[in-house]
């Protein structure tokens, strides 16, 4: 006989940023409990699936999640009580079903998701497998870790950069720790040539540091003395992947560059992307255009996108029909994963598929404000992403996805491959 849910508890707790979040404990008849909580975006797309808070006043200044919590105890527990845990999608549709919204507006993806994850994660104790190889069939790939060294806009308070993320990806290693260790030293590289430049290494919301610049191109001039002087090839070994989150400074049909004091039109953004890629060595822009901007991601993706990856983020929120939409009209050529923009492992990993099947990339993604929960690490190993973006190698809850990548690596042992270069 199968394992059945038997019970379900879940609290508010806090994330990285100190605000609250939902966590689940689920209980099945096997004896296994297994724990998941959800993360939270800072710069979230107008699209994705509904982060349910009180909005009272009274309580973490409008932030609280008691009704998600509630809506768990009261609704979830009940409806799910019984069923096969081993039945990711039937339990994920049945959450659906109950919720009865397209964005997951009314029990809130944030409970949903949490349930959903640790479904995932007990059914695979219950199978006495690691997670990784629960959620996929294999081959098995470890994802070149896309680190932001450099945070801007939303994610440094918008006294640095205005693009949000720059990141190195260290795409010359020839396995997962070595790339960590690649990428471990050219971020401390980095906050030695800050130091020297007198600016701030004080960090972001991500981990990396958050300099005040006189451009946005300054932060790959700083990242490309980092990986020079940590004995490293730009380009050849650790390449730079760009993450300008530009629908946060996109209003009135102009994207405003408040660092350069400049108004771009879509064309003129584009050719600034241009004016970088054939200056650095930049494997990746995400989100280089507003959410909305379909026609211009279309000239973007013709006229960078044969030598660059163009990533959508906001442009998707891991939606099959907006990612559908995107890959008939060739709108990007790569998918940014994150499972809280769509709110269900079944429809995140629907999501990743619909982009393999189209020979698209996707990069699986932990969001601005994190919780220690390594969910993400297991499932782009699972899914062979061959990308993963968690973050600076600083702070706990982004490092814990990274050493749980460490600990995969171990377990794979001899059959363990490191996705490198043909990740992009």
């Not at 953004?269 to 650095?280: E, F, G, K, W």
């Not at 969910?375 to 990274?402: H, N």
């Amino acid at each position: 006989m199968n394992s059945t849910i038997t019970t379900i508890h879940a609290r508010e707790i806090l994330d990285s940023r100190g605000n609250p979040t939902v966590e689940v404990d689920l209980c099945t008849s096997a004896g296994t409990r297994a724990r998941a909580a959800c993360p939270s975006g800072a710069s979230t797309g107008i699209h994705e699936a509904v982060e349910l808070r009180d909005n009272d006043n009274t309580r973490f200044l409008g932030k609280g999640v008691r009704n998600a919590v509630s809506n768990i105890q009261d609704r979830i527990a009940p409806l799910l009580s019984g069923m096969d845990v081993s039945d990711q999608e039937g339990i994920d549709k049945a959450l659906i079903e109950q919720d009865g919204t397209k964005n997951k507006g009314n029990l809130g993806a944030n409970a949903i998701l949490t349930i959903s994850m640790a479904v995932a994660r007990a059914a695979a104790a219950d199978a006495k497998v690691p997670l990784w190889k629960f959620l996929g069939k294999g081959p098995y790939l470890l994802p070149v870790p896309c680190m932001n060294v450099i945070n801007g806009g939303a994610h440094a308070n918008w006294q640095g950069a205005d693009f949000q993320e720059y990141m190195i990806a260290p795409v010359g290693a020839t396995s997962f720790g070595e790339a960590l260790r690649w990428g471990c030293e050219t971020y401390q590289t980095l906050k030695g040539v800050l130091k020297k430049k007198g600016a701030s290494v004080g960090v972001g919301d991500e981990g990396g540091f958050a300099p005040v610049v006189s451009s946005n191109e300054e932060p790959l001039i700083l990242i490309i003395s980092a990986i020079e002087e940590a004995g490293y090839t730009p380009g050849t070994d650790i390449g730079i992947a760009l993450d300008p989150a530009s629908s946060e400074f996109f209003s009135d049909g102009k994207y405003r560059l408040l660092t350069e004091k400049s108004d771009l039109s879509s064309g003129e953004m584009i050719d600034r992307y241009a004016d970088l890629v054939r200056s650095y060595p930049i494997l990746s822009i995400e989100d280089g255009l507003g959410q909305d901007d379909w026609e211009g991601w279309k000239e973007l993706t013709a006229r960078i996108g044969k030598n660059v990856q163009i990533v959508g983020d906001d442009l998707f929120v891991t939606n099959a029909l907006r990612i559908q939409k995107g890959i008939k009209d060739h709108s990007a050529n790569a998918v940014l994963i994150k499972l809280n923009q769509i709110g269900t492992v079944t429809e995140t990993i629907q999501a990743v598929r619909m982009a393999q099947d189209a020979h698209w990339k996707a990069m699986v993604s932990h969001r601005s404000g994190e919780t220690s929960d390594s969910f993400i690490a297991d499932l782009s190993v699972a899914l062979g992403t061959g990308q993963i973006k968690s973050g600076a190698p600083c702070r706990g809850e982004r490092v814990e996805k990274y050493n749980q990548l460490l600990r995969i690596e171990e377990d794979l042992g001899s059959e363990s491959r490191y996705a490198g270069r043909s990740a992009f």
